[in-house]
């Protein structure tokens, strides 16, 4: 996908369903770059950077840790997408 057609998308969607009740999520935009999260619904976790699932804590309780292992840009969040599916499917 070209960056002009990403920004296009971009510009209209802030949630994306992967699978099942799986969705990535556009959580913030600074800059015009999104903060994106993967998020399941169902169960009310998202995926941080060691491919586990965790609360999402309240703004007031989320520290810069927290944020750094749980957002990422839309390519990455992507990319741990895929990666989590390949670990998963290997359990």
């Known amino acids: 996908m070209e960056d002009k057609e990403k920004l296009e998308w971009f510009e ?3 949630k994306f369903q992967l699978e099942g009740m799986i969705f990535m999520t556009m959580k ?3 800059d015009g770059a999104g903060s994106w999260v993967i998020e399941d619904m169902q ?5 941080n950077s060691n491919l586990e699932w965790e609360d999402e804590l309240p703004k007031s309780k989320r520290d ?3 944020m750094i292992r749980t957002r990422f840009d ?4 992507k990319a741990m ?3 989590y599916k390949m670990f998963a499917e290997m359990e």
């Open 74 to 77: 839309f390519e990455t969040a």
């Open 81 to 83: 997408f895929d990666q």
């Open 43 to 47: 169960v009310s976790k998202i995926l």
């Open 12 to 14: 209209k969607a802030v």
């Open 28 to 30: 913030s935009r600074k």
């Open 64 to 66: 810069e840790s927290f």
